[in-house]
C-alpha cells in the first residue's frame, strides 16, 4: 500500500476507534453521555420476627421494567435524556422477616451478572433501604456494595439514595461516594429523595467534578422507632428542617440524618449522619452540627400519637364520638418487618360483646393472613358462610391461630401482596382476610372491598404511625402497644448485638464522641 494512504488508512482507524469509544452510550456521535447502571436491593428486617423473607418477595424488576419505578427516569423526562441509562436489577419488598441467604445470594448474583455483562459505567444509581437484615450476615448492603465495586470497579460514581431508618455501615459510606436519604417520616418525599440522589451524580459527571473529596461520617449513639420520631411533629419536625441548610453549604454536595432501624439486632443499628462534599470544613462541620443537635433532643422524642396499652385503647375508641376512631395495632405492624399474622389483638377484639350485640359499634380489621379461609371463601363465594383457622403460622408467640367464623362480603383476586383478600362479617366486624400478608394504607384498599371506613366507628390497623391517607380520614386516633416482632417498648425485645452504650437504653450514658469521622474515598479503599 502507498504510504500515504497507508498513513491515512491509519488515521481513519484511530477516528473510527476514538468515535466508537465516545458513542459508547450509543448516542450520536459527538454527544458523549455519561453510561449509568442501575441497581438495588430494599427491605426492612425485622430480626425479632420468626419470619423469613424469600426472593419472590422482592418482586425484581430487570430491564426496561425498572423505570417504572422513576417517574423521574421516563422516556420524556429531562433526566432520562442526561444520560444512557442502563438499568439491571431492582427489587424491593414489604417489610418482613429476615431474609433466607439462598434469597439474597441469588438476587445478588443476577445483579452482578448483568453489571458484568453491560459494563463499563460512568456511575451507579444504588437504590436500597438500608434496613435489610440476611441469615448469617450483620450489613448486607455494606456487602453488597462492596461485591459491586468489584464489578464495575473504583472509579465508577456511585450515588446511594436510602430510607431515613436505614443503616449506614462504615463500609456503606466507604465504598458509595454520593449518598443521601428521605427528610420525611412519614415518608412523602421518597420519590423527591431518589431524584435527588440521581440529580447529584448526573451533576458530578457532567461537571467533570467527579467523586467529592470529602464524606464525614458521624455514628449517634441512638436508636428509636419510627413512631417517636416522625417529622410531622417537634424535635423530628425541627431537627430535619436544619438538613436543607447544611446541604445547601457552598461546597456541600448533600447532608442526611438517619434515624437507623430499631428491630434488628446487629452493631450497625443506630443513628448517623452523612455529610459529603468538596470543602472539608463546610463537610466537617455540618456533619457534627448536625449531629449535636440531634443528641441535644435526644431526651424530647415522644410518639407521634397517644400511646397506650390495647385495653385503654379499645376504650377510647368505644367511648368516641370521632369517625372513625382509628387504632393502631403496632406491635406486627408489617410496613416496620412484623409478621403481619399476630393473632393476639384480633382475638380480644372478637371476644368483646359491643361487637356482637346488634346495633353496637361497627368495627373494620385489616388485617390477618388465612391462606384456609380463602380457600373456603373462594368455594362458598360471596354471601356463603366460612369457618376457618387464620393466622399464626409464622408468629404464634402470643397466640394461637383464631377460628374464624362468619358470613364473606366480598372477595378480591389479584393484589400484589395479598393474593386473594376475603371481607368475613362476624356480628359487627367486618374482618379483612388475605391469601398473604398485606398492609392497608389508603382507603381504596377498603372501598374496593366494599367498605367504607370513613362511616365505620373503629378501624384497626397493623401500622404504627398513619401514612398520609389514613392520617387525613382519622377522626380519632391512638397507637395501641401490642405485642409482636416490632414491639414498640424496645426494652422488651431484648437487644443483644447492638453497641452500647445506647440511648435510651443506657438513659444515663454519658455524651458520646460526635467528632466527624473521615470516611476514604472508594478508590482508595483496600480490600475487606
Not at 464524606?215 to 417517636?228: D, Q, R, T
Not at 443513628?271 to 455540618?286: L, P, W
Not at 399476630?342 to 360483646?353: A, F, M, N, S, Y
Given at each position: 500500500m502507498n504510504p500515504t494512504r497507508y498513513t491515512l488508512f491509519l488515521l481513519l482507524i484511530t477516528l473510527l476507534a476514538s468515535c466508537g469509544q465516545n458513542n459508547r452510550s450509543g448516542n450520536e456521535p459527538g454527544t458523549d453521555l455519561p453510561r449509568i447502571a442501575i441497581a438495588g436491593l430494599g427491605i426492612e428486617s425485622s430480626t425479632f420476627s420468626?419470619?423469613?423473607t424469600e426472593e419472590a418477595a422482592f418482586h425484581p424488576r430487570t430491564g426496561d421494567s425498572v423505570f417504572t419505578r422513576y417517574p423521574f427516569l421516563h422516556t420524556d423526562s429531562v433526566n432520562r435524556k442526561r444520560a444512557e441509562w442502563v438499568p439491571t436489577l431492582v427489587g424491593k419488598a414489604l417489610p418482613g422477616g429476615t431474609v433466607t441467604r439462598k434469597a439474597y445470594e441469588s438476587l445478588v448474583g443476577q445483579t452482578l451478572k448483568r453489571l458484568e455483562a453491560q459494563k463499563p459505567f460512568d456511575g451507579l444509581f444504588f437504590d436500597i433501604h438500608g434496613a435489610m437484615s440476611v441469615e448469617g450476615m450483620d450489613d448486607p448492603e455494606g456487602d453488597l456494595i462492596y461485591r459491586i465495586r468489584e464489578v464495575v470497579g473504583p472509579e465508577v460514581l456511585i450515588s446511594t439514595s436510602m430510607d431515613l431508618h436505614g443503616n449506614v455501615s462504615r463500609r456503606l459510606a466507604r465504598h458509595t461516594d454520593l449518598i443521601t436519604c428521605y427528610r420525611m417520616a412519614p415518608h412523602e418525599d421518597a420519590l423527591e429523595s431518589k431524584k435527588r440522589a440521581v440529580e447529584n451524580l448526573l451533576d458530578r459527571l457532567e461537571s467533570g467534578k467527579g467523586k467529592p473529596a470529602?464524606?464525614?461520617?458521624?455514628?449517634?449513639?441512638?436508636?428509636?422507632?419510627?413512631?417517636?420520631?416522625?417529622?410531622r411533629v417537634e424535635p423530628g419536625k425541627s431537627l430535619y428542617a436544619r438538613v436543607p441548610g447544611v446541604a445547601a453549604r457552598d461546597g456541600v454536595v448533600d447532608a442526611a440524618i438517619w434515624i437507623g432501624y430499631a428491630w434488628a439486632d446487629e452493631p450497625?443499628?443506630?443513628?448517623?449522619?452523612?455529610?459529603?462534599?468538596?470543602?472539608?470544613?463546610?463537610?466537617?462541620?455540618?456533619?457534627?452540627?448536625?449531629?449535636?443537635?440531634f443528641w441535644k433532643v435526644r431526651d424530647e422524642f415522644e410518639f407521634v400519637a397517644p400511646t397506650t396499652d390495647f385495653e385503654s385503647a379499645?376504650?377510647?375508641a368505644l367511648s368516641s364520638e370521632e369517625q372513625p376512631f382509628i387504632i393502631s395495632d403496632m406491635g406486627d405492624n408489617p410496613t416496620a418487618g412484623g409478621a403481619g399474622d399476630?393473632?393476639?389483638?384480633?382475638?380480644?377484639?372478637?371476644?368483646?360483646?359491643e361487637f356482637t350485640t346488634p346495633g353496637g359499634p361497627t368495627l373494620i380489621y385489616a388485617s390477618i393472613p388465612g391462606p384456609e379461609l380463602i380457600r373456603e371463601a373462594v368455594r362458598t363465594g360471596v354471601g356463603g358462610t366460612v369457618s376457618a383457622l387464620v393466622g399464626a403460622a409464622v408468629d404464634d408467640r402470643y397466640a394461637p391461630p383464631l377460628l374464624l367464623e362468619g358470613t364473606v362480603t366480598a372477595l378480591r383476586k389479584g393484589d400484589q401482596h395479598a393474593g386473594t383478600e376475603a371481607v368475613v362479617k362476624t356480628g359487627n366486624a367486618h374482618?379483612?382476610?388475605?391469601?398473604?400478608?398485606?398492609?392497608?394504607?389508603?382507603?381504596?384498599?377498603?372501598?374496593?372491598?366494599?367498605?367504607?371506613?370513613?362511616?365505620t366507628d373503629i378501624v384497626v390497623v397493623k401500622i404504627g404511625y398513619l401514612v398520609p391517607e389514613l392520617y387525613d380520614m382519622r377522626g380519632g386516633w391512638v397507637m395501641a402497644l401490642t405485642p409482636g416482632g416490632v414491639d414498640q417498648d424496645l426494652a422488651r425485645l431484648g437487644h443483644q448485638r447492638i453497641i452500647r452504650p445506647m440511648f435510651p437504653l443506657d438513659a444515663d450514658m454519658a455524651d458520646p464522641d460526635l467528632s466527624a469521622r473521615m470516611i476514604p474515598a472508594s478508590d482508595n479503599a483496600v480490600p475487606e
Open positions: 420468626p419470619a423469613r470529602y464524606k464525614a461520617w458521624v455514628p449517634v449513639p441512638i436508636l428509636l422507632p419510627g413512631e417517636k420520631t416522625s417529622t450497625r443499628n443506630h443513628a448517623v449522619v452523612m455529610v459529603t462534599g468538596d470543602d472539608r470544613e463546610q463537610v466537617v462541620s455540618g456533619a457534627e452540627y448536625l449531629a449535636g443537635e379499645l376504650q377510647l399476630v393473632t393476639w389483638t384480633l382475638t380480644e377484639l372478637l371476644k368483646r360483646r374482618v379483612i382476610v388475605t391469601e398473604k400478608r398485606k398492609p392497608y394504607h389508603r382507603e381504596e384498599d377498603f372501598t374496593r372491598l366494599g367498605l367504607n371506613p370513613r362511616e
